[in-house]
């Protein structure tokens, strides 16, 4: 019985890693959530990344994301899966938001437990590192020039190579 | 049959986001793509860009990967997320 309530949580857990929204979320609560019952983990490491008003020496007023709804979550699950061979780390928390945001909205949050600081911060550098190279999201921006969409930079390659 | 879809500025260049293709004659990603490209010129163009992604059944995938009637086959552009 114990050991079914067990299984039953963790695959809670597990489904509740990833969330891609159309909402905006709490910093707040989702260090909140990875807090929670968790006597082991000393560390958490959290990114957060916004809307910028500015790109490439262009005023941006805002983005619009696309996704590819069932291979978004195939390639962040996969990417979760690897951290997590790769160091020693408790919980991980992932969402991004899709649809139209405005300057200085948040639109990605990667957050990470661990027993100690290293692998949490490993950890979620390689999360974003990746998730900026696999995970099928596109960016198009809003500037006064019109809307376009958003051309993959080679530096975001060269940092996920690193690893 | 297999089923093709397009995202971002791939869909919007081909005024397309979703098609199904007979799988006759198709037995690789390349091969699918140089079906595709035979369509009309706006095909030939952008399916000539070395740099679309593709990706099968939600995995990203190279162009020797085969696939087979009931496949979801998607191409698209370089990601930007994050």
Known sequence: ?163 | MIKVVFFAALREQLNCGELTISSENITTVADLKQQLASRNEQYQALFANTSLLSAVNHDMVDGEQSIKSGDEVAFFPPVTGG
């Open chain 1, 1 to 163: 019985m114990q050991a079914v309530s067990k299984q039953r949580l963790k695959i809670k857990i597990m489904n509740q890693e990833i969330s891609i929204q159309i909402a905006d979320f709490s910093l707040a609560d989702e260090v909140a959530l990875l807090e929670q019952d968790n006597a082991i983990d000393g560390a958490i490491v959290t990114f957060t990344g916004r809307v910028r008003n500015h790109n490439n020496g262009m005023d941006v007023s805002g983005l619009t994301l696309e996704h590819y709804p069932g291979m978004t979550e195939k390639s962040l699950a996969k990417i979760i899966n690897i951290a997590k061979t790769r160091w020693n780390i408790g919980r991980v928390k992932v969402i991004h938001r899709i649809g139209a945001l405005d300057i200085g909205e948040q639109i990605v949050f990667v957050g990470v437990t661990s027993k100690h600081r290293h692998d949490a911060f490993a950890a979620n550098e390689f999360i974003m590192d990746f998730l900026k190279v696999q995970a099928p999201f596109w960016k198009k921006e809003r500037t006064e020039q019109g809307e376009a969409w958003l051309d993959a930079k080679a530096t975001d390659d060269s940092k996920a190579q690193k690893w």
